[in-house]
């Protein structure tokens, strides 16, 4: 049965060509996914298509107007009979990652409200205990962009959509380390050449190299997420990270310590 997602934007014209193309195209043709897109101005509050006014109290930009947004969701998760999980991208929320991806990828149907301007009226939040996600702690102008982000990332954790399903479990973030370094042709590139030993046809040794130069980019560049995961690392990627650590002078993972805690507070308008 396929995944449906209704997505409720001012913008359909943003949000469909991107559906017809890569990871949600392929599972839109192939009925994994029914993406559904909704113009928000269907249920605008007059004649004139108007969804959004002046904040109380004065302030700049324009909000969404919770008489138009809280009937659209509503109506939108009436078209089909299963109960959606409704998704605000929004700055305060929890912060998006690949755990968030196959936990979305879980359920049976999302709606994705987006929001634009200065976001929603506060009763949009109090009324529809939406959850609340956040992209990090930049500004977008919309949720389109954050929504369609999020929907691509579940959309890879769905059967079927990604060709080679080795390739998910092989992406970064999934096992808490960046991926190694990639190469092709031609083997040699302005006197830069591709490392000797992925041409050796070595199997073993190929996986050795990959997996020391995942641990020794996660540790430079992302060390975080050696933290945030130390505990469910296997044995050989631990072991590796503390030898790796010492060799290059890096700082010595957590060794089992609870890692800091991470919540993405976004951008004044992050993900809206």
């Not at 109290?57 to 809280?70: E, T």
């Not at 990639?182 to 997996?211: I, N």
């Amino acid at each position: 049965m396929a995944m449906r997602c209704d997505i409720l934007t001012l913008f359909p014209a943003a949000v469909e060509p991107y559906l017809a193309v890569g990871v949600l195209g392929r599972g839109i043709a192939a009925g994994v996914l029914d993406v559904r897109v909704h113009d928000l101005r269907k249920w605008a509050v007059n004649r004139y298509g108007q969804v959004d006014d002046e904040p109380y109290g004065g302030g700049p930009g324009m909000v969404l107007m919770v008489s138009a947004v809280v009937p659209a969701v509503r109506a939108v998760a009436a078209m089909a009979s299963e109960p959606p999980h409704v998704v605000l991208p929004d700055p305060r929320g929890r912060r998006f990652d690949d755990a968030v991806a196959r936990e979305l990828a879980s359920l049976g149907r999302i709606v994705f409200a987006c929001g634009r301007y200065e976001g929603f009226d506060e009763r949009v939040h109090e009324t529809l205990r939406a959850d609340e996600i956040s992209l990090g702690d930049f500004v977008l102008s919309g949720g389109e962009l954050a929504a369609l982000a999020m929907l691509d990332a579940v959309a890879r954790h769905l059967p079927g959509v990604v060709g080679d399903p080795g390739s998910v479990a092989a992406d970064s973030f999934t096992s808490m380390l960046l991926d190694h370094p990639v190469y092709t042709r031609p083997r040699e590139f302005e006197g830069v050449g591709v490392p000797d030993v992925l041409t050796s046809g070595d199997h073993e040794a190929v996986r050795r190299w990959r997996l020391r130069r995942a641990v020794l980019d996660t540790l430079r560049r992302r060390p975080d997420l050696v933290a945030r995961g130390w505990a469910g690392l296997p044995d050989e990627v631990r072991r590796l990270a503390l030898a790796v650590a010492s060799e290059e002078g890096l700082p010595r993972p957590p060794d089992g310590e609870a890692a800091p805690g991470e919540r993405g507070n976004g951008g004044p308008e992050s993900g809206r």
